[in-house]
């Protein structure tokens, strides 16, 4: 891993990621949102978490494809999805 790297996250590796200010598996927020993220997967949700070597998880970005869309978007490339929402 260089300084930073970009995780992606789904349903079995996310409660090893730290988000929204909360550290992984310390706080009742922690596992509320961790329990949301994992039912929004399944619609499309994609939850990369930014991390860094020296301070651990420093951000996040969160998006939506939905499913019906992805393959679509995924072969013509980013300009398609506006045509696929």
Known sequence: MGEY??????AGNIDACSFCGYKAGRSEGHRRKTEWLRDRYGEGLQF????SRKSGDIGMIEYAVP???SVHV???GPAAM???L
């Open 5 to 10: 790297e970009v995780v992606d996250t789904d």
């Open 48 to 51: 990369k978490v930014i991390r």
């Open 67 to 69: 499913p019906e869309n």
């Open 74 to 76: 995924a072969r013509k």
């Open 82 to 84: 506006s045509d696929a």
